[in-house]
């Protein structure tokens, strides 16, 4: 289990305007039993892993990486790991999710590509059947202005064809009552008797 790390004159720096920054080195004191009356035996440095052997009132017997036996306060041990020791995995989930978030942004941009080359051939195709539909349009037009033309004509030709017959037929009613008048008129050839004696 990592160490916590403490706050010390020697380990800051100081700033123009007074302000203070925290070392990543810092060091804890350990003793040689569970209270503040046994000596001072070494320190440790933070973010250093232990392992815990036994708890008594406030400190933790501990075994550093020497495989040393101490003493060190419990408020200065923690459950995580420290940030210096996470950094590589934090480093290496950083990268990873660079790369997949590079890999996301090419597809998507394959994609948008492909839509907009898509939307692109689709409104040409819309242009090209509004221009069609508009010619047809004008040929629908110009047809139904022929067909009006056409029957207009047509009725005309019907209306003279009409007083042709009527022509016809009153020059051949007239013709028949003149001949109707004119034959009763004429002079009949007398019919010869013959006589056989």
């Known amino acids: 289990m990592p160490v916590a790390a403490q706050d010390s004159g020697d380990d800051a720096q100081a700033g123009s305007d007074g302000q203070r920054w925290v070392s990543d080195e810092l060091t804890t004191f350990v003793r040689s039993g569970p209270t503040d009356g046994y000596r001072i035996v070494g320190t440790l440095t933070a973010g250093e892993p232990v392992t815990v052997l036994d708890t008594s009132g406030d400190y933790t017997q501990v075994r550093d990486s020497d495989g040393e036996s101490v003493w060190i306060l419990s408020s200065e041990l923690q459950s995580e790991p420290s940030a210096i020791q996470r ?3 934090v480093q290496e989930r ?13 597809e998507w941009q394959g994609r948008v590509a ?3 080359e898509t939307l692109e051939a689709r409104d040409e195709r819309i242009q090209e059947l509004e221009a069609r539909n508009n010619q047809l349009d004008r040929q629908a037009n110009e047809a139904q202005q ?10 005309t030709q019907e209306e003279d064809l009409l007083m042709r017959y009527f022509m016809y037929g009153g020059g051949v009613a007239g013709a028949g009552l003149v001949v109707g008048l004119l034959v ?8 010869k008797r013959d006589r056989w004696f």
């Open 146 to 155: 022929t067909i009006r033309g056409l029957q207009a004509r047509l009725d």
């Open 94 to 106: 950083v990268m990873t999710l660079s790369e997949e978030l590079e890999g996301i942004n090419s």
């Open 184 to 191: 009763p008129h004429l002079p009949r050839r007398r019919k």
């Open 87 to 89: 950094l590589p995995e």
């Open 114 to 116: 492909s839509m907009t």
